[in-house]
């Protein structure tokens, strides 16, 4: 059963993704102030957060008082949804859970809170995978809106992915709505963590090419950057696509019956693009957090527009576009700006600063050894 109804109430049905706010007690003024603006600017029919919405491995998510924590983190995130009545959704990133608080314990928290959009999960252990179906002016269904959780780690120690029985939901309820209305109802799905082929719509470059990034894991010293016949206006890449090492076949099963029109995703805080991939769009939206690494002011939302006749649109707000050029926490925000984007480019940077190090010793020694040399001949 769907808590909330959801349908067209004009032209369009409008929803606004939000990503990666990763808070902690300590909850950011200019991420609410983000929130906020974004949702005065957009006027959402449908607010989806995906993923990491606390920085789960804080020290106030792990002792005693975790619960209340994570009460008050929550409740102020959502403060600004309650107080505009604006329905909202939510899935659960690698970050969430990490700490007491399970995702069926944060999911209690925003059941509390007026407006929560949630139906019968995938399963009763995973409350965020679930489908909302959008009606139309007829009381049809006209747009269905899947969350998956894509989990923490996969088994090979790369970031998680939709497994077999999530996919197995995701085929069943996508035929049984296709059997009641007659024919696949025309789809969009949201997740925090890519699949593999986010690198697909990417395009190889040399290691100092303009723009590149370098990639880890399974793509470990490749370069990458944004293709230019594939990108759109405002599109920005900033860091590698953190994906699972296996692929799980969750893109080739939304590819079997044409309904699904895009994926979007959050977890790489620095990304922001929409890109074509065979049949559907692949998509990433920046992080709306400032208690956490991020791509500057062009920290923001993801805004989307659906029509009743299957199709859409997609832009983003950002801070410097609501807000100006001026945070609030200007020590915080310019902290953040210096924070390595992963474990594994902490480590490349540590490698790379040593290596340095060690060229600039040598060459000194070099230098130093060569003038000597001189000042004997000259004897």
Known sequence: MQSVPLSFSGENFRIMQITDTQETLAVSPDTVKLICAALDEAQPDLVVFTGD??????????????????????????????????????????????????????????????????????????????????????????????????????????????????????????????????????????????????????????????????????????????DEENRRDGDFLGESPATSFENSGQIDAFLEQGEMMALYVGHNHKNSFTARYKTIDLGNTQSAGFNVYGPGLERGVRVLDFSPDGSYATFTLTYHDLCGDEPEDKRKYAMMQHMPTSIAGTVTLIKETLALAGIAALTAGTVYAAVKMKQIEKK
Do not use: M
């Open 53 to 226: 919405q606390i920085k789960g491995y804080s020290p106030v998510f792990r002792g005693k008082n975790a619960r209340q924590n994570g009460e008050a983190t929550i409740g102020a995130l959502l403060a600004p949804l309650a107080e505009r009545g604006v329905p909202f959704a939510v899935t659960y990133g690698n970050h969430d859970a990490e700490g007491a608080l399970s995702n069926a314990d944060q999911f209690e928290i925003c059941r509390r809170t007026p407006g929560f959009a949630f139906s019968d999960p995938a399963a009763p252990e995973d409350v965020g995978t679930y489908c909302l179906s959008v009606k139309d002016g007829n009381g049809k269904d006209a747009l269905l809106v899947y969350l998956f959780d894509t989990h923490n780690r996969s088994e090979d120690g790369s970031f998680g992915r939709v497994n077999d029985a999530q996919l197995a939901w995701y085929r069943a309820t996508r035929d049984a709505y296709a059997a009641a209305n007659g024919a696949p109802v025309p789809s969009i799905a949201f997740q925090h963590i890519p699949t593999p082929e986010y690198f697909d719509i990417l395009k190889r470059s040399r290691r100092f090419g303009s723009g590149s990034v370098r990639a880890y894991g399974n793509h470990k010293n490749e370069y990458y950057v944004l």
